[in-house]
Nanobody
Framework: QVQLVESGGGLVQPGGSLRLSCAASGTIFSINAMGWYRQAPGKERELVATITSGGSTNYADSVKGRFTISGDNAKNTVYLQMNSLKPEDTAVYYC?????????????????WGKGTLVTVSS
């Protein structure tokens, strides 16, 4: 089984910073991409940022210039540096691993999700 464990959430004042981490563990041969999504109360889950195994990144317009995603392929880990946080960034942040292959002989790919970490931006 593949598990994703997020860490780094918490309470921060507007304008502050947080760094989220997510490590994928288990039997993993390769991962196409990893990313962060968030879900605010009463809203649908939305994409925040993704990074491919090749290093290509994609960001939601609402976080461009403030958030930076990075990854460590060797550790199957992804990070999200969040700066200049705003109250509207308050949400549960979920880590996603896209296109996970379990072995070199298994061509099937699956997606996995972490359980989420709460980020609260408030004074």
């Amino acid at each position: 089984q593949v598990q994703l464990v997020e860490s780094g959430g918490g309470l921060v004042q507007p304008g502050g910073s947080l760094r989220l981490s997510c490590a994928a563990s288990g039997t993993i041969f390769s991962i196409n991409a990893m990313g962060w999504y968030r879900q605010a109360p009463g809203k649908e889950r939305e994409l925040v940022a993704t990074i491919t195994s090749g290093g290509s990144t994609n960001y939601a317009d609402s976080v461009k210039g403030r958030f930076t995603i990075s990854g460590d392929n060797a550790k199957n880990t992804v990070y999200l540096q969040m700066n200049s946080l705003k109250p509207e960034d308050t949400a549960v942040y979920y880590c996603n691993a896209n296109g996970v292959r379990r072995s070199s002989v298994d061509i099937t790919r699956k997606d996995y999700w972490g359980k989420g970490t709460l980020v609260t931006v408030s004074s």
